[in-house]
């Protein structure tokens, strides 16, 4: 199945279709434009006959692993299925054929459902006010410590740090740091919580935030939750929450319950917009309170007249985004939460974690499972005991791809030796966990009886192990015409 390049497969004078000889007069291009802008050589294109074109494509599509082919038990980026229909939905002429730059007036209904899309995430997250701008989850991050910061200039705090636990995402120190703060790490409990002693020590007048994520990276529900508002807010900081694990919370609990001032969404995570490679996603972030003056301009609201974008913001930050988001991946998101309800969230969350609870009692009687507690929708292992045989986490991961599954996170959280963390998502039936649960109880058997096995694998696909840090390096993303002798 080895697919070689479409330019390999070209042969001169080659064609896709034959069209009739075009009977209108040539132009002569250098009378039109200056002869310097104008390509020299060749543009190099494959060419190809059409059944070529079409076996190219669909070979390389199905060499791919996703959503849609495998089980994607990957951690922490709840891979869940996404529903068609919200795509077709959001494919509607009367959304994908507007301009940004139309009159209000003529996109009432887009900004109805922006403004619907705000009022639904608020009444999940307990939030005041939301902003559907940010691209991504890592983007809320940076957009709100942005928010926080202009907040303390204004009152004339001066507080630079931001508090961020061991086990979490990198994009949190990431963010903390592009923003200019200066980070500072708080260590986890042997349960795997916030280490509250830890916490006071660290939390002072020059703190902004602490940034958490609850369930945390473990998948853990965070138990001292009110304990840590609390230590946080009676100096004067603000909470924030990294809300990419909001698939276990959905109509369970709301986080402005527990304290929080101020957090991200991951529409692309929680409400089901495919994702992976790149995007697009949609992160966006809700406020509370005094913080909801410094949001991105503009918001969406609605007078007599109706919906309008209001630009008129006097502390607001700014834009942070072109337009008004990836409103695309906010139309599946909206068409997602429009179709579940309140009590279809709610069984969402319940499934996720029942599913999560199912795979790890099973799998914990093979795998070291370090946080021996119920889970929330995901749980880590860790492959130390493997390690012991001269096994990585890594074998183990590529070798699952031989039984078609795409593998778990992997060295993630970091606190964590050669962890396998493992999200299976509500959406997936008891038949592919126990399939799932089956080819990991070989591959721990595989560990004692033939090490070998596993080290070398994937087997059955098309390319094996690459050299991923050559790969990295030594970007190949474009076509070399072969020189005879290559
Ligand atoms: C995915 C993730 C992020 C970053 O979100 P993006 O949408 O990928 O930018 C942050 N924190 C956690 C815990 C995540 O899982």
Known sequence: MREPLIFEKSRKGRRGCSLPACDVDKENLEKLIPKKYLRQGSLGLPEVSEPDVVRHFVRLSQQNMGVDTNFYS????????????????????????????????????????????????????????ISLQPAAGAHGELTSLMMIKAYYEDIKEHRDTVLVPDSAHGTNPASSHLCGFRTVVVKSNKDGGIDLEDLKGKMSERVAVLMLTIPNTLGLFE???????????????????????????????????????????????????????????????????????????????????????????ARSIGKVRSFYGNIEVI??????????????????SQNAVLNANYLMSKLKRYFYLPYDQPCMHEFVLSGVEGKMKDVRTLDIAKRLLDFGFHPPTIYFPLIVKEALMI???????????????SSMIQIRKEIDDDPSLVKQAPHNLSIGRLDEVKAAKELKLRWKEKKSGD
């Open 223 to 313: 138990r001292n939750i009110l304990e840590v508002s609390r230590i946080i807010h009676d100096r004067g900081g603000f909470l924030y929450l990294d809300g990419a694990n909001l698939n276990a919370l959905l109509g369970i609990v709301k986080p402005s319950d527990l304290g929080i001032d101020i957090m991200h969404f991951n529409l692309h995570k929680t409400f089901s917009t495919p994702h992976g490679g790149g995007g697009p996603g949609s992160g966006p972030l809700g406020v509370k309170g005094k913080l909801a003056a410094y949001l991105p301009a503009p918001t969406v609201e609605k007078d007599k007249k109706g919906y309008y974008l209001d630009y008129d913001r």
């Open 331 to 348: 139309i599946k998101a909206y068409c997602y939460l429009r179709f579940l309800g309140r009590e279809g969230l709610k069984k969402v």
């Open 74 to 129: 990957l951690g922490s980026c709840t891979m869940k299925y996404n529903p068609k229909v919200n795509e077709d939905i959001a494919n509607l002429p009367g959304f994908t054929r507007i301009h940004p730059y139309q009159p209000q007036a003529s996109v009432q209904g887009t900004l109805q459902l922006l403004y619907e899309m705000e009022k639904l995430l608020c009444e999940i997250s307990g939030m005041d006010r």
């Open 423 to 437: 999200e299976p998502t509500e959406t997936e039936s008891k038949e592919t966990l126990d399939a799932f649960v």
